[in-house]
């Protein structure tokens, strides 16, 4: 699945992904391939990225900071304020604050 993650100020990160968790209002929980379509709002918390290689693009932009989790390069984390997310056809959209 794509996943995007977009701020206000820019495109934090936009590659093909394994899954992804985000933060929920009522509780973590994570999206894989062909999930169904789903919009939810997120809360203050950590957005895990699941990337099946470890060529991703990746953009440290205006102090925004994606870095592996737990010293696995396939897994990068980015702290959230808030947010929203949408899934729709293998496609999932993060925008962030």
């Known amino acids: 699945m794509y996943l995007e993650i977009v701020s206000p100020e820019a495109t934090l990160f936009s ?10 209002i009522n509780g973590e929980f994570q999206l894989l391939n062909n ?13 895990k990225i699941h990337t099946h290689t470890q060529s991703h693009l990746v953009f440290d932009e205006l102090h925004a900071e994606i870095v592996p989790h737990n010293d696995d390069d396939k897994v990068l984390t980015l702290q959230i304020n808030s947010g929203t997310i949408e899934m729709k056809d293998n496609k999932v959209i993060v925008l962030a604050d």
């Open 35 to 47: 999930h169904a379509p789903i919009v939810s709002l997120l809360k203050e918390g950590l957005v």
């Open 15 to 24: 590659s093909e992904v394994d899954s992804v968790t985000v933060p929920g």
